[in-house]
């Protein structure tokens, strides 16, 4: 048998033609013993990193690669994905029986597994660093892989205890290399998983954090709900997506509404019982075409690569948030949409909740100053790609040549120089509160301003006002964004039960000229053509058949997808495995259009390794000759 290199490893086991980034860098670093941290972006390729080392010291008889990995619940997916392509994994949890933990324990301590996934809780037990140690002394523990790194800090909402007690890796098995790995990109972060877990003699790697198939898009909320509604019909029909509110009341309330309209939704969030959010995460990930409405409760290690669209309806805490969460589409490579529809609303929300929480100033400062950059980004009128990277440290051109370009280089909004309108919004507060200190929130002051005379008006005499209609120019959607821009910049706050609006110390500077104010013009009131869709669509056949594939396939070629796709549902279902571990869409869609004649053939296209071939070459070889041909010619 030739030997292997990393790459042959990744051509015979997987099924690639070459690596992607610096897959290959980070590889030979940790094939020949190196320590490394390893920052590259959701979607980039991390488990690679560490599955062909693994494989290749196996290889060299360097035993077990240990892969600690902070959620059971989807241990055994990843597993299952490794035992597809012929590479011997387990994994260790509590969902076991006894005997099969006993067997696994066996081949673990035999050395015959290749790969071992474990929570940390279970590694940092004394008996399981006894087996390890056992190990060590027979030189057969060939690596440590510590995936979703980020968990050992508390800066970020994923942070887990149980992540602190990794560093008795380093100082019991010194000489076993480590690799640890996350998409959490910021400074603070990077630094605490160098420190915590001592990897500060490791090589760093650090990826370009573009995801460059996936398009941003952030809308103005009309009536968010429709909205959303009308993003998925109108660019999702049938594709699986996330939908993340706030709360779980919201979260609730729009899975119904939109399982009431004709879309597969499930609700996901911490207060829902074990089992059902359980069931909720095995559906979406084994069907084609689920929706999850979820908090961020959902989503950490959740390696769906066909998500096609991630959709915010409130506004994320931050930069960081936002990028990871939209981050969970299209880890396939192909196009996916990030889109977010955002308001006044949330704009205030996101500020009393800094207010109002018990944080020291201190905190709240970093806080704020976070939100602005999310705010800054979402009221942009340039690349979002561009904001967004420039947040990570990372320098790009506009992204208008990009194949999936954001929303505004596709469409560059107009803008309107909002100064003078911001003057008169701040005086119009002011004359409300010379007014015997009376306070008022957006909409009465958006009415006054554009001179609407309303009960509230005329209860208060505000027509007398001499800013009354001093705005009838600008449209109630323009003072929507001039207030949301006002708030967001801090000049202007929210108090109270109502929102009511007051001055800052700052109101002064826009008062006096000195603040220039650049907007984006509001986008036109939405088209209801396609809305009206939805009532016939609701209850229509399910979409996953209508789904487009990833390439373009003529009708032959969309035939033989069709029975690729019923193929790979018969076996997933057998192996209890999401179909995407059988083969990826992009897969599946490759061998409709090449519609290969031989076993050599099919083994030439990505993401056919050397099991898989055999395991189903024949078969698929079946199903895209229509099954007519009992037997095809051999190789
Ligand atoms: P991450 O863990 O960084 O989010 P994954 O390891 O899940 O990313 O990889 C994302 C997708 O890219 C997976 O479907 C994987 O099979 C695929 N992939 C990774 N490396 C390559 C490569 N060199 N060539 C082709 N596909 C790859
Ligand atoms: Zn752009």
């Known amino acids: 048998m030739p030997a292997s290199t990393p790459l042959s490893i990744l051509q015979d086991v997987f099924g690639y033609a070459a690596f992607r980034g610096a897959q290959q860098a980070i590889i030979d670093h940790v094939v020949t013993g190196g320590d490394a941290l390893v920052l590259m972006p959701t979607g ?34 990843q597993v299952g994905a490794l035992e597809e392509a012929g590479v011997h994994a387990a994994f260790l949890n509590s969902s076991l029986t006894m005997e099969e933990a006993q067997r696994i324990e066996r081949e673990m301590m035999a050395g015959r597994l290749v790969l071992l996934y474990a929570a940390p809780e279970r590694i940092t037990t004394p008996r399981f660093l006894a087996q390890l140690d056992s190990l060590h002394e027979r030189g057969l523990l060939s690596l440590f892989a510590i995936d979703e790194a980020h968990c050992v800090s508390q800066w970020g909402h994923d942070f887990r205890e149980d992540y602190l007690g990794l560093n008795v890796l380093h100082e019991r098995f010194a000489d076993v290399p480590r690799i640890a790995l996350t998409a959490t990109a910021d400074d603070l972060t990077r630094a605490d998983i160098i420190e915590r877990l001592q990897l500060q003699s490791a090589r760093i790697f650090i990826s370009s954090f573009d995801r460059p198939n996936i398009r941003y898009a952030i ?93 915010h309806l409130d506004l994320p805490k931050n930069i960081e948030g936002y990028y990871q969460e939209t981050g969970r589409a299209g880890r396939d490579g192909l196009p996916a949409n990030a889109w977010m529809a955002y308001g006044l609303a949330d704009v205030v929300n996101q500020r ?101 005379v309303t009960d509230k008006v005329t209860q208060f005499h505000h027509q007398e006002l001499s800013t009354f209609g001093i705005g009838a120019d600008v449209s109630e959607a323009q003072w929507r964004a001039v207030l949301r821009q006002l708030i967001a910049l801090g000049h202007v706050q929210t108090e109270g039960e109502y929102n009511t609006l007051e001055l800052t110390a700052t109101a002064r500077d826009v008062l006096r000229g000195d603040v220039q104010l650049l907007l984006r013009q509001p986008s036109e009131a939405p088209r209801r053509a396609r809305a009206a869709r939805g009532s016939t669509a609701a209850g229509k056949s399910s979409g996953a058949k209508d789904r487009a594939p ?72 079946r199903v895209l000759s229509g099954g007519a041909q009992p037997e095809p010619t051999d190789r």
Not at 47 to 74: K, T
Not at 365 to 392: I, M, N, P, S, T
């Open 44 to 77: 980039g390729g991390k488990s690679l990193c560490y599955q062909v080392p693994a494989i290749q010291r196996h290889l060299n008889e360097r035993g077990v690669a240990i892969v600690v990995s902070p959620l059971i619940a989807l241990m055994h997916d």
């Open 219 to 311: 809308v103005e909320k009309d009536n968010a709900r429709t909205q959303l509604l009308r993003f998925i019909q109108d660019e999702h029909e049938g594709d699986a997506g996330i939908v993340y509110c706030q709360s779980r009341k919201k979260v609730e309330e729009t899975a119904a509404w939109l399982e009431g309209e004709g879309i597969a939704a499930l609700p996901y969030h911490a207060g829902l019982d074990a089992a059902v959010r359980k069931k909720h995460q095995d559906r979406f990930l084994r069907e084609d075409s689920i929706v999850m409405v979820a908090t961020i409760a959902f989503g950490m290690g959740i390696d769906k690569p066909d998500v096609r669209f991630v959709a």
């Open 352 to 452: 009393r909740m800094i207010e109002d929480s018990p944080a020291a100033e201190e905190f709240k400062r970093g806080q704020r100053g976070k939100l602005d950059a999310l705010l800054a980004l979402a009221e942009a009128h340039d690349c979002r790609r561009v904001r967004l990277l420039a947040y990570f440290g990372e320098n790009t051109e506009r992204c208008a040549a990009y194949q999936n370009a954001c929303d505004n280089c596709q469409n560059a909004p107009a803008t309107w120089d909002a100064t003078e309108a911001a003057r008169k919004a701040l005086s119009c507060i002011y004359r409300f509160h010379q007014n015997r200190g009376q306070r008022f929130g957006a909409g009465h002051l958006i009415d006054v301003l554009r001179g609407k």
């Open 550 to 621: 990833p390439v373009a396939l003529d009708a032959d070629g969309l035939e033989r997808f069709t029975a690729l796709k019923a193929w790979r549902a018969e076996i997933a279902r057998e192996h209890n495995l999401p179909a995407y571990i059988v083969f990826h869409d992009a897969t599946l869609a490759e061998m409709a259009r090449a519609h290969p004649q031989s076993l050599d053939e099919l083994a030439g296209i990505s993401g056919v390794g050397a099991k898989k071939l055999e395991a189903y070459g024949r078969e698929i070889l």
